[in-house]
T-cell receptor
Framework: SAVISQKPSRDICQRGTSLTIQCQVD?????MFWYRQQPGQSLTLIAT?????????ESGFVIDKFPISRPNLTFSTLTVSNMSPEDSSIYLC????????????????FGEGSRLTVL | SQQGEEDPQALSIQEGENATMNCSYK?????LQWYRQNSGRGLVHLIL?????REKHSGRLRVTLDTSKKSSSLLITASRAADTASYFC??????????????FGKGTKLSVIP
């Protein structure tokens, strides 16, 4: 299993500013994912962040808007840049301890999320 | 594209009753997972069922999988007020960017009335 700490848990931000969300895991994990959950909606994958390589972004998400760092196997950050009200969402960090192949999919462990409100 | 689609979108039952939620998906899978999300919290893994399994139990949870119909159901027996949450199914696969990932459905919001 894995315990994930996310900071901040919530924040209110002004339009045009940037905010960095931190994700700390209590064990070393290879695969880390950043999701966005808009109010009342499901989760949408932003990017996959593996240590030692560039993050892989999903369609509709770009590095300039959501830069990600993954300096080691227990930590990652997601920055939401130049925020607008449309970026108001919950951002969730998650990790897999067993997803090494389609035949060995592991469960995902999630942080508590960071609720961003952009005014 | 979104894989899982749950129904109903919302379900309200009395404490002690059973709750059944359904999930349909579009392409072949290796496994399907169910997660719970309490209001304002992160997701918690409930159960994983592999494509070669038809039924799985965990405490008061029972999950079935019908790969021919590309559907799964989650049954919560003898529900409790603490079961009030949103429930999501998630299917594995490759994203458009080529990353292996889980894709989540839209969820069923369950309310258990004491």
């Amino acid at each position: 299993s894995a315990v994930i700490s996310q900071k901040p848990s919530r924040d209110i931000c002004q339009r045009g500013t940037s905010l960095t969300i931190q994700c700390q895991v209590d064990s070393q994990v290879t695969m880390m994912f950043w999701y966005r959950q808009q109010p009342g909606q499901s989760l949408t994958l932003i990017a996959t962040a593996n240590q030692g390589s560039e993050a892989t972004y999903e369609s509709g998400f770009v590095i300039d808007k959501f830069p990600i760092s993954r300096p080691n196997l227990t930590f990652s950050t997601l920055t939401v840049s130049n925020m607008s009200p449309e970026d108001s969402s919950i951002y969730l960090c998650s990790v897999s301890t067993g997803m090494t192949s389609p035949a060995n999919t592991g469960e995902l462990f999630f942080g508590e999320g960071s609720r961003l409100t952009v005014l | 594209s979104q894989q899982g689609e749950e129904d109903p979108q919302a379900l309200s039952i009395q404490e002690g009753e059973n709750a059944t939620m359904n999930c349909s998906y579009k392409t072949s899978i290796n496994n399907l997972q169910w997660y719970r999300q309490n209001s304002g919290r992160g997701l918690v893994h409930l159960i994983l069922i592999r494509s070669n399994e038809r039924e799985k139990h965990s405490g008061r949870l029972r999950v079935t999988l019908d790969t021919s119909k590309k559907s799964s159901s989650l049954l919560i027996t003898a529900s409790r007020a603490a079961d009030t949450a949103s429930y999501f199914c998630a299917t594995d696969g490759y994203s458009g960017a080529g990353s292996y990932q889980l894709t989540f459905g839209k969820g069923t919001k369950l309310s258990v009335i004491p």
